[in-house]
């Protein structure tokens, strides 16, 4: 009977074995390098061993750069946290940080502030929760509580590694939530409690609203938005269709029920989450803009800034975003090379990855040079010449005595005999896929290259 081996799974587990392995050794490894190696060397015990050796030997590998101050310190320095400005940003605080996903931005500063919050946790056990759950600094917390609360052991001093510089927004935002979550959540349920009880008082006065178009008939004042005739609807109604319509591409958000008249901007200020409203002031000024008719004026490709370039310079330098573009091609700037140039050096770049991509499904022969991809059976392959190999590790072979025919024995440090030919074509066609394009990119720094790197079933 044939055993489908879970390469995914696998990968994952081979990977995680590394990563634990190389921490203890390497404490102040730059963690996104230590996840590519574990993640290249997943099914090469020999290259990852090599490259062990090589890295004690030589001690070369991208370490975290230390900080001066401290997390709290930098937080306070930075951030003026009030509850009231942080539940109206974040109205759904607890949801939000669930899911939020922008955490390998701050690895080393969540690490820090882990660290200085669990000290009785090794920086090692840190480090693989929060690997676990993807790096989102929220949820890890949430785990190391658990550990904490079943600990009876004193918490013990341990040395704590500093963040990269000064971390963004978000991990401002992340951490006081953290900090703060029983005193914004209990607030949450005061203001829910609140509104509850002046709704009760409203309908009791015969004070209450009703929307035009979900016809909602519990709605405060605060929670009206009217258009320039005075038609009422609430704050969601008005949410929902200028977000649908800036979907669309559109700038100008009617009323809800077709009076002819408009929402203005400014209305629509208290009504839009902030990012969205900032987009949308930026898109009214590049309409303004266009509809000037200004005679030469240029706009840079990577955002929305304009101006009137010297006419003498094939650059044109955004003060914006600090980007130098080509006016020809409104690519990245490739001086000295022609547009040309550029495009035929990416043709072959792409032709490169390519052809690596398909080098990757093909097997050779180590005894004659025979090539071939398996399409069905097991891992242990016969040449027409009579040579044995792997068809994992493709290394020469007596027997089966180099397979593990069993899931148990997964760590065994042995290839599997039976594996699901799609998920090993995709995962060595990607890794062959990214070495390729970090190999053009020390050759060629200035280009940049997109790759389809998963195969489709």
Same mark, same amino acid.
């Given at each position: 009977?044939?055993?489908?081996?879970d390469?995914?799974?696998?990968?994952?587990?081979?990977a995680?074995?590394?990563?634990?392995?190389?921490?203890?050794?390497?404490?102040?490894?730059?963690?996104?390098?230590?996840?590519?190696?574990?993640?290249?060397?997943?099914?090469?015990?020999?290259?990852?061993?090599?490259?062990?050796?090589?890295?004690?030997?030589?001690?070369?590998?991208?370490?975290?750069?230390?900080?001066?101050?401290?997390?709290?310190?930098?937080?306070?320095?930075?951030?003026?946290?009030?509850?009231?400005?942080?539940?109206?940003?974040?109205?759904?605080?607890e949801?939000?940080?669930?899911?939020?996903?922008?955490?390998?931005?701050?690895?080393?500063?969540?690490?820090s502030?882990?660290?200085?919050?669990?000290?009785f946790?090794?920086?090692?056990?840190?480090?693989l929760?929060?690997?676990?759950?993807?790096?989102?600094?929220?949820?890890?917390?949430?785990?190391?509580?658990?550990?904490?609360?079943?600990?009876?052991?004193?918490?013990?001093?341990?040395?704590?590694?500093?963040?990269?510089?000064k971390?963004?927004?978000?991990?401002?935002?992340e951490?006081?939530?953290?900090?703060?979550?029983?005193?914004?959540?209990?607030?949450?349920?005061?203001?829910? $409690?609140?509104?509850?009880?002046?709704?009760? =008082?409203?309908?009791? *006065? /015969?004070? !209450?609203?009703?929307?035009? @178009?979900? +016809?909602?008939?519990?709605?405060?004042t605060?929670?009206?938005?009217?258009?320039?005739?005075?038609?009422?609807?609430?704050?969601?109604?008005?949410?929902?269709?200028?977000?649908?319509l800036?979907?669309?591409?559109?700038?100008?958000?009617?009323?809800?029920?077709?009076?002819?008249?408009?929402?203005?901007?400014?209305?629509?200020?208290?009504?839009?989450?902030?990012?969205?409203?900032?987009? $949308?002031?930026?898109?009214?000024?590049?309409? =303004?803009?266009?509809? *000037? /008719?200004? !005679?030469?004026?240029?706009? @840079?490709p +990577?955002?929305?800034?304009?101006?009137?370039?010297?006419?003498?310079?094939?650059?044109?330098?955004?003060?914006?975003?600090?980007r130098?573009?080509?006016?020809?091609?409104?690519?990245?700037?490739?001086?000295?090379?022609?547009?040309?140039?550029?495009?035929?050096?990416?043709?072959?770049?792409?032709?490169?990855?390519?052809?690596?991509?398909?080098?990757?499904?093909?097997?050779?022969?180590?005894?004659?040079?025979?090539?071939?991809?398996?399409?069905?059976?097991?891992?242990?392959?016969?040449?027409?010449?009579?040579?044995?190999?792997?068809?994992?590790?493709?290394?020469?072979?007596?027997?089966?005595?180099?397979?593990?025919?069993?899931?148990?024995?997964?760590?065994?440090?042995?290839?599997?005999?039976?594996?699901?030919?799609?998920?090993?074509?995709?995962?060595?066609?990607?890794?062959?896929?990214?070495?390729?394009?970090?190999?053009?990119?020390?050759?060629?720094?200035?280009?940049?290259?997109?790759?389809?790197?998963?195969?489709?079933?």
């Open positions: 009977m044939e055993i489908e081996i390469l995914d799974q696998l990968e994952k587990e081979r995680d074995k590394y990563f634990t392995h190389i921490i203890e050794m390497f404490p102040d490894v730059e963690i996104s390098f230590l996840e590519s190696k574990c993640i290249e060397y997943a099914f090469d015990q020999e290259g990852f061993n090599t490259f062990l050796e090589e890295t004690m030997l030589q001690n070369k590998y991208p370490k975290q750069q230390a900080s001066t101050s401290k997390p709290n310190e930098e937080i306070n320095d930075d951030y003026n946290f009030t509850v009231e400005s942080f539940v109206d940003k974040f109205p759904y605080p949801k939000y940080f669930l899911q939020a996903d922008s955490g390998s931005k701050y690895i080393t500063h969540s690490l502030f882990l660290q200085d919050r669990f000290r946790c090794s920086a090692t056990t840190i480090r929760i929060l690997r676990r759950y993807k790096f989102n600094l929220y949820r890890t917390y949430k785990e190391l509580q658990k550990l904490a609360q079943s600990r009876k052991t004193p918490r013990r001093q341990s040395e704590i590694v500093s963040g990269i510089g971390p963004p927004r978000e991990f401002f935002d951490v006081n939530f953290i900090i703060n979550e029983n005193i914004i959540l209990e607030y949450l349920k005061d203001k829910v $409690l609140a509104r509850e009880a002046a709704v009760e =008082e409203a309908r009791k *006065a /015969g004070a !209450l609203l009703t929307c035009g @178009c979900c +016809f909602s008939d519990d709605l405060l605060e929670d009206i938005v009217t258009c320039s005739e005075g038609h009422l609807f609430c704050r969601d109604c008005v949410t929902k269709s200028t977000e649908v800036m979907g669309e591409g559109k700038l100008d958000f009617p009323c809800l029920e077709d009076c002819g008249a408009f929402f203005h901007v400014e209305t629509l200020k208290d009504v839009m989450p902030k990012g969205s409203y900032e987009k $949308l002031l930026k898109k009214l000024q590049e309409r =303004e803009i266009a509809q *000037a /008719g200004i !005679l030469d004026l240029e706009s @840079c +990577f955002c929305e800034y304009s101006v009137i370039p010297d006419q003498a310079s094939r650059i044109f330098e955004c003060l914006s975003c600090k130098s573009s080509c006016r020809l091609c409104q690519k990245e700037s490739h001086i000295p090379y022609s547009c040309k140039e550029v495009n035929d050096d990416m043709t072959k770049s792409r032709t490169y990855v390519e052809e690596k991509m398909t080098e990757a499904l093909i097997r050779n022969c180590y005894q004659c040079g025979s090539k071939f991809i398996r399409d069905d059976g097991c891992n242990k392959m016969t040449c027409h010449c009579g040579a044995k190999m792997c068809y994992i590790c493709r290394k020469p072979i007596t027997g089966y005595n180099h397979f593990s025919d069993d899931r148990n024995q997964r760590n065994s440090g042995k290839c599997p005999l039976w594996t699901n030919n799609n998920n090993l074509h995709k995962v060595e066609v990607n890794l062959e896929a990214e070495k390729a394009i970090e190999e053009i990119k020390r050759k060629n720094p200035e280009f940049n290259i997109e790759v389809y790197k998963k195969l489709r079933k």
